[in-house]
């Protein structure tokens, strides 16, 4: 897609991996919308891009149901959006608390599946956009200390996977962005959770968790959109866990090849 003057909206917009999307799209040529709980932050930063800042709490239903008519009225149709908002749970299962399970589930799998929806009939009408989901190498297998978490960015990816297929007559295309650490609080966090230290040292003794910036990601992330590439996988040396994830996938739509599925481009 072509990403100047293209309008791009991203979620959890306020640091890490959002706020270096942010800045990349913006590089681009693209006209951001930052949504994020702290109001004072992304205004601040979205007047600094020349973007527009849209606070919302995306754990709140009634605010994730109105803020893409939000967004659609005050600065215009949704090129590509952009769902990078999320929680991480860093703790065995029978230690987290119930309600922690329901914010998991919410912002990081219910949240972008009512947003996708939402931008999805303006994008049908233009026959035009992108959706991007920020996943994680947690979605590709089960990790302990991870458990509500991967099973959320599991559910978002093949999520992706099934509109991939929905839209493949249209020009609105997917990716998925499924890093592994990335150096931002969410990682500081999760690195700080004691039980979950001998599984850490020996991912690194085996050299499998290196660290990359966010500013890496975001990178990576604009020229999958450039390109329409379906995955930004990171680090390289566990590919061999996204390629087999992808595997029941690619089996799918081999099945399904020419047999007519979801909407048709307006002509």
Same mark, same amino acid.
């Given at each position: 897609? /072509? +990403?100047?003057?293209?309008?791009?909206?991203?979620?959890?917009?306020?640091?890490?991996?959002?706020?270096?999307?942010?800045?990349?799209?913006? =590089?681009?040529?693209?006209?951001?919308?930052? &949504?994020?709980?702290? %109001?004072?932050?992304?205004?601040?930063?979205?007047?600094?891009?020349?973007?527009?800042?849209?606070?919302?709490?995306?754990? =709140?239903?009634?605010?994730?149901?109105? *803020?893409?008519?939000?967004?659609?009225?005050?600065?215009? =149709?949704?090129?590509?959006? &952009? $769902? #990078?908002?999320? +929680?991480?749970?860093?703790?065995?299962?029978?230690?987290?608390?119930?309600?922690?399970?329901?914010?998991?589930?919410?912002?990081?799998?219910?949240?972008?599946?009512?947003? !996708?929806?939402?931008?999805?009939?303006?994008?049908?009408?233009?026959?035009?956009?992108?959706?991007?989901?920020?996943?994680?190498?947690?979605?590709?297998?089960?990790?302990?200390?991870?458990?509500?978490?991967?099973?959320?960015?599991?559910?978002?990816? #093949?999520? %992706?996977?099934?509109?991939?297929?929905?839209?493949?007559? !249209?020009?609105? #295309?997917?990716?998925? &962005?499924?890093?592994?650490?990335?150096?931002?609080?969410?990682?500081?966090?999760?690195? /700080?959770? #004691?039980?979950?230290?001998?599984?850490?040292?020996?991912?690194?003794? *085996?050299?499998? @968790?290196?660290?990359?910036?966010?500013?890496? @990601?975001?990178?990576?992330?604009?020229?999958?959109?450039?390109? =329409?590439?379906?995955?930004?996988?990171?680090?390289?040396?566990?590919?061999?866990?996204?390629?087999?994830? /992808?595997?029941?996938?690619?089996? &799918?739509?081999?099945? *399904?090849?020419?047999?007519? +599925?979801?909407?048709?481009? $307006?002509?």
């Amino acid at each position: 897609m /072509e +990403l100047t003057g293209a309008h791009v909206v991203i979620t959890g917009a306020s640091r890490g991996i959002g706020a270096a999307m942010a800045q990349h799209f913006a =590089d681009a040529g693209s006209r951001v919308s930052l &949504v994020a709980r702290s %109001a004072e932050t992304i205004k601040t930063y979205a007047d600094e891009l020349g973007g527009s800042a849209f606070p919302a709490d995306l754990l =709140d239903p009634e605010q994730v149901d109105a *803020l893409i008519p939000r967004i659609q009225h005050d600065a215009g =149709d949704i090129d590509v959006l &952009v $769902n #990078n908002a999320g +929680l991480e749970t860093n703790a065995f299962f029978n230690e987290v608390d119930p309600q922690e399970i329901r914010d998991v589930n919410t912002l990081n799998l219910e949240a972008p599946m009512v947003l !996708t929806r939402a931008a999805l009939p303006g994008m049908l009408e233009r026959n035009r956009g992108h959706f991007v989901f920020t996943s994680s190498l947690a979605g590709t297998a089960g990790f302990p200390g991870l458990a509500a978490y991967g099973a959320t960015k599991a559910g978002i990816t #093949n999520f %992706a996977a099934a509109m991939r297929m929905e839209l493949r007559d !249209t020009s609105i #295309n997917m990716t998925v &962005v499924a890093p592994g650490p990335v150096d931002t609080q969410m990682w500081d966090h999760l690195e /700080e959770e #004691n039980d979950l230290a001998p599984m850490l040292k020996r991912l690194r003794q *085996l050299q499998l @968790i290196p660290k990359k910036s966010p500013d890496y @990601i975001a990178s990576q992330t604009v020229k999958a959109v450039l390109s =329409d590439k379906r995955h930004v996988r990171s680090p390289k040396r566990l590919a061999s866990n996204t390629m087999l994830r /992808e595997a029941p996938t690619r089996i &799918v739509e081999s099945v *399904l090849k020419g047999v007519p +599925l979801g909407p048709q481009p $307006n002509k």
